[in-house]
């Protein structure tokens, strides 16, 4: 399957009614607007644009044929993504409906049957995608992520990292003297020019932080 962050959705999507919240995502990374079908879903789209090993990715690609019953049926996934390691396939589903046949099985075959093309299909549930406080941590640094970073502002916290500060508090610290304001921090991890482990509250005072790259 070849992978085309651009291409059009393969199906229309849901409209929005008193049962279902539907949604529009503006992703930096994908250099579009990803649509999502439900807050499960919008919560994974924020994983996919923070990781880094997400270099972009799309929602519902090209629908796959299979039978069921004796009846002809069509499956569109929710998402796909170019990883660094290849192209996966990504179906968000409760985990309640995700261990219950006969879901369970089409997803056991839908498996196979992108693996026999070379592509990872990974089901996510809110087991995965909700985990804390990583998904706090997501959607508060996503909100830096259009932040404009100073150059000099950009140079001061590397230069601090470089010379041995390696907290987020010892930053804030240092930063003030410099009049760089710490929103600048939180739009560099955003970016991913600087890490923090994301799997820990960052808003503890001895929250690490390294540089990922200079650039």
């Known amino acids: ?4 962050p651009h291409a059009q959705r393969s199906r229309k999507v849901v409209r929005r009614t008193t049962h279902r919240v539907v949604g529009r995502f503006p992703s930096l990374k ?8 439900s807050q499960l879903e919008r919560d994974m789209i924020r994983l ?16 796959l044929t299979y039978f069921e019953s004796g009846k002809r049926r069509k499956y569109t996934p929710d998402f796909i993504a170019q990883m660094t390691s290849g192209v996966t396939v990504f179906e968000v589903k409760p985990y309640e409906q995700s261990i219950t046949s006969p879901l369970k ?10 693996s026999a093309q070379g592509i990872d299909f990974l089901v996510m549930t809110e ?20 932040e404009i970073v100073n150059p000099a502002s950009k140079q001061v916290v590397i230069n601090l990292i470089d010379s041995g500060v390696q907290t987020l508090a010892g930053l804030f610290e240092h ?4 009049g760089v304001p710490f929103s600048q921090v939180y739009a560099l991890i955003a970016q991913g020019i600087l890490g ?4 820990q ?15």
């Open 1 to 4: 399957m070849m992978f085309d």
């Open 30 to 37: 994908s250099s579009r607007v990803v649509h999502w079908e």
């Open 48 to 63: 996919l644009e923070f990781d880094p090993a997400v270099l972009s990715y799309r929602e519902q690609p090209g629908p």
């Open 105 to 114: 099985e089409r997803l056991a075959a839908f498996r196979e049957y992108y």
């Open 127 to 146: 087991r995965e995608i909700r985990k804390e406080p990583r998904l706090s941590n997501i959607t508060k640094l996503l909100r830096y992520q259009r």
């Open 175 to 178: 930063l003030k003297e410099h």
């Open 196 to 199: 923090v482990d994301i799997n």
């Open 201 to 215: 509250p960052i808003d503890n005072d001895d929250t690490s932080v390294c540089l990922r790259r200079a650039s």
